[in-house]
């Protein structure tokens, strides 16, 4: 039977989870390690300062779960590392609000499948909607997985990105776009600032391939994306020229 890790950075007390899930009990045996509070914008940070809470909780039937007062990335070590566990599968999601472009880097629901890549898993996906389509976007899973599995797309590239849409019209392989927030910072009271955004439009609006684009059209996006920080082509021009 296929084992199972599924996380988000939502909090383990959140409907997107308990979709995802319910959702995957069918695939094979869960378990759910996942965020004490809210840990989104927290990327791929772990806690190495302090300690921190990490405790059995009540969850749905038939599924073991743990609420661990840290980041998305811990909830997986945790998983590995702490319960002395590998998985065949992680999930991450469904997040409550889509991540996109170049946001991706600041996502925690992306960070936790980066971790799960770095300590082994052969197969892991990140799942976002926007913020008030997580029901709806559940309805979609079976079919952004059988995309996935069907092509074999595992064996090329273990971490994937996928964005459900209200009301998908398909599903497209796409590249990350440029970034999907406006910036800003907002004084609050005194001292105290607070970073603001609204969601723009991608700066090439018109390429279907780029995730912020074929969400905006109606597309799951699914994007394969790397862990490995190596601009390879850079490396490949230059690595067999040592400078004296």
């Known amino acids: ?17 308990r979709l995802l899930a319910e959702w995957a009990k069918k695939l094979g045996e869960v378990t759910v390690v996942a965020p004490k509070t809210e840990q989104s914008a927290k990327s791929h940070a ?14 749905i ?30 999930l991450s999601g469904v997040n409550k609000g889509v991540n996109l472009g170049i946001d991706v880097v600041y996502s925690g629901t992306i960070g936790a499948i980066f971790e799960a890549a770095r300590l082994g898993a052969p ?19 079976d079919a952004a997985y059988r995309y996935l599995a069907e092509n074999d797309l595992f064996a090329q590239n273990p971490i994937y990105n996928v964005n459900i849409p209200y009301e998908p019209i398909g599903i497209r392989m ?51 994306l790397l862990a490995t920080r190596t601009n390879m082509e850079v490396f490949r021009k230059y690595g067999d020229k040592p400078q004296k």
């Open 61 to 90: 039937e038939g599924i073991t779960a743990y609420s661990v007062d840290s980041t998305p990335a811990d909830c997986v070590r945790f998983a590995y590392i702490g319960l002395k566990q590998t998985y065949d599968l992680v």
């Open 1 to 17: 039977m296929m084992k199972i890790l599924i996380t988000n950075d939502d909090g383990v007390d959140t409907l997107g989870i």
């Open 123 to 141: 197969a892991a996906i990140a799942f976002s909607s926007y913020h008030d389509g997580q029901v709806e976007a559940a309805k979609h899973f």
């Open 46 to 59: 772990i806690e190495i300062v302090k300690p921190f809470e990490i405790k059995r909780v009540p969850f």
């Open 174 to 224: 796409t590249y990350q776009g440029s970034s999907y927030f406006s910036d800003e910072f907002v004084r609050k009271e005194g001292d105290m600032y607070r970073q603001e955004g609204e969601p723009i439009e991608d700066e090439v609006p018109d390429d279907i391939h780029r995730d912020t684009v074929a969400v905006k059209n109606g597309y799951i996006s699914v994007t394969p």
